[in-house]
T-cell receptor
Framework: DQQVKQNSPSLSVQEGRISILNCDYTNSMFDYFLWYKKYPAEGPTFLIS?????DKNEDGRFTVFLNKSAKHLSLHIVPSQPGDSAVYFCAASSSGSARQLTFGSGTQLTVLP | EADIYQTPRYLVIGTGKKITLECSQT?????MYWYQQDPGMELHLIHY???????EKGDLSSESTVSRIRTEHFPLTLESARPSHTSQYLC?????????????FGQGTRLTVV
């Protein structure tokens, strides 16, 4: 049973607009959440993270929002750029699992010029 | 930029061959991991290590084996490759136990068994 779910396999957005990628989780023990970006034939690169004691974390064009009651997090990219086109993975960890990461299945973001 | 390296990047090999996928990191990280990923699917943890001489199996059952004789090196071995082993293999590392920290990934090895 998937503990981290990304229900949208793909998303297309116009350049300059906002991209919103969503992630849901089922394990209430998760207390740290991360977003990774992956280009084809390369390994994932870390983008941004958020601890469960916060509900928002911002880094430049990237903002992650966490709604603990809904067990939902989202990544906002504003403004979207063609170079943002990649697969985005949501991941979560808990102290109980010794901080091992559990990943979602990813969302392919395509930013159209 | 992360200093974690995987070789080879691509490997096409015949059924029954023994292969070793190499992974090295220069960050002095205690924790290292191997993930397996198929297109459109999540990354599945197949092996992890918390330090020298420590190895554990991950959530996804795998016929591969790993070793951790040196902190910086975490190779993965398949004794007899099969077409079902065709996948992308990703190595990662992170800092020691405790605290919130991200994992750094290598560029991956795309393995094709024919």
């Amino acid at each position: 049973d998937q503990q981290v779910k990304q229900n949208s396999p793909s998303l297309s957005v116009q350049e300059g607009r906002i991209s919103i990628l969503n992630c849901d989780y089922t394990n209430s023990m998760f207390d740290y959440f991360l977003w990774y970006k992956k280009y084809p034939a390369e390994g994932p690169t870390f983008l941004i993270s958020i601890s469960s004691i916060k509900d928002k974390n911002e880094d430049g064009r990237f903002t992650v929002f966490l709604n603990k009651s809904a067990k939902h997090l989202s990544l906002h990219i504003v403004p979207s750029q063609p170079g943002d086109s990649a697969v985005y993975f949501c991941a979560a960890s808990s102290s109980g699992s010794a901080r091992q990461l559990t990943f979602g299945s990813g969302t392919q973001l395509t930013v159209l010029p | 930029e992360a200093d974690i390296y995987q070789t080879p990047r691509y490997l096409v090999i015949g059924t029954g061959k023994k292969i070793t996928l190499e992974c090295s990191q220069t960050m002095g990280h205690d924790k290292m991991y191997w993930y397996q990923q198929d297109p459109g699917m999540e990354l599945h943890l197949i092996h992890y290590s918390y330090g020298v001489n420590s190895t554990e199996k991950g959530d996804l059952s795998s016929e591969s084996t790993v070793s951790r004789i040196r902190t910086e090196h975490f190779p993965l071995t398949l004794e007899s490759a099969r077409p079902s082993h065709t996948s992308q293999y990703l190595c990662a590392s992170s800092e020691g136990i405790g605290g919130h920290t991200e994992a750094f990934f290598g560029q991956g090895t795309r393995l094709t068994v024919v």
